[in-house]
């Protein structure tokens, strides 16, 4: 009922930029908070960034600073711009989201997540 679509990574130099989008379609009656994690094979899924559906924004130490998360709310489509990337910062990039969907008896809330989009920082 309700996709979530990455998109924007990519081979980049440390100290690039790429941005990265997500955009949620279905069924979609309201969308929550949105999220960016992060995941290097064999190792943990982290959370990188999170925003509220009225903009308020979250951001892990290590890439407070150089990350910034937003949405358009219009086109149910979060953001993260990464700015000064790093090796470290290579890794899957999944969209994450708190909505409600529309249901037979109604709404109901879910968690959703996408595929998932690669970033290389690497020179």
């Known amino acids: 009922q309700v996709q979530l679509v990455e998109s924007g990574g990519g081979l980049v130099q440390p100290g690039g930029s790429l941005t990265l989008s997500c955009v949620a379609s279905?069924?979609?009656?309201?969308?929550?908070?949105m999220r960016w994690y992060r995941q290097v094979p064999e190792m943990e899924r982290e959370l990188v960034a999170s925003i509220t559906s009225g903009g308020g924004a979250y951001y892990v130490d290590r890439v407070a600073g150089r990350f910034t998360i937003s949405r358009d709310n219009a086109k149910n489509t979060v953001y993260l711009q990464m700015n000064r990337l790093e090796p470290e910062d290579t890794a899957t990039y999944y969209c994450?989201?708190?909505?409600?969907?529309?249901?037979?008896?109604?709404?109901?809330?879910?968690?959703?997540w996408g595929q998932g989009t690669q970033v290389t920082v690497s020179s």
């Open positions: 279905g069924r979609l009656f309201r969308i929550n908070d």
């Open positions: 994450n989201a708190d909505l409600e969907i529309q249901s037979m008896y109604g709404y109901s809330g879910t968690n959703s």
